[in-house]
């Protein structure tokens, strides 16, 4: 854990000096520097005295380099063309078992077949009208309209309308470790 490289860094990025730190906080020059080349590692509570005077959560201190916020730019996403009903599922971000899609389906384009796979999953309809079928439950779904259902029971998505539709979806499934 790099503990000491991350209060360097949010440390000169407020533009803050060692001096500056051991005033407020109580703590020697000499101790902070141990802390900020990793020589030495400091208590939680004196990890809290340190976030508290950089003004940012404890936890944060605490987290890995990939456990940190992750931005993909709109330019940078990737995306799958179903080549079978020329949906275009655009990847907008994942974090651990969640991710969220947007899925552009043409006029009278579908997901196929009822199809199942682990997890949940979360919709919203941005723009269009659908059919969504799930076991014996059917809904028509027009812009604005949310829905979910448990993705291991079969299910199936239809634009019904005339134009393209765009729904928004959040899907969990378990990490396997």
């Known amino acids: 854990m790099d503990?000491?490289?991350k209060i360097r860094a949010i440390r000169n990025r407020k533009k803050i000096t060692i001096a500056q730190m051991c005033e407020e906080t109580g703590l020697s020059k000499g101790f902070i520097s141990n802390v900020e080349n990793n020589?030495?590692?400091?208590?939680?509570?004196t990890l809290q005295t340190i976030a508290n005077f950089?003004?940012?959560p404890l936890p944060y201190l605490l987290l890995e380099k990939e456990q940190h916020m992750s931005v993909i730019r709109k330019?940078?996403?990737?995306?799958?063309?179903?080549?079978?009903s020329d949906l275009k599922v655009e990847h907008l971000a994942s974090r651990g078992g969640l991710s969220i899609?947007?899925?552009e389906i043409p006029p009278g384009a579908s997901t196929g077949v009822k199809k199942a796979h682990?997890?949940?999953?979360c919709h919203l309809v941005l723009k269009g009208k659908i059919?969504?079928?799930?076991g014996e439950d059917s809904f028509i779904l027009e812009d604005g309209d949310t829905f979910s259902w448990c993705a291991s029971v079969p299910h199936f998505?239809?634009?019904?309308?005339?134009?393209?539709?765009?729904?928004?979806i959040a899907v969990y499934s378990e990490v396997s470790e």
């Open 3 to 5: 503990i000491g490289s």
């Open 39 to 45: 020589n030495t590692s400091p208590s939680i509570s």
């Open 54 to 56: 950089l003004n940012v």
């Open 75 to 84: 330019n940078e996403r990737e995306f799958t063309i179903s080549t079978d």
């Open 101 to 103: 899609r947007q899925v």
């Open 118 to 121: 682990e997890g949940e999953e």
């Open 131 to 134: 059919l969504a079928e799930q």
């Open 157 to 168: 998505v239809k634009n019904i309308g005339d134009e393209v539709a765009v729904v928004l």
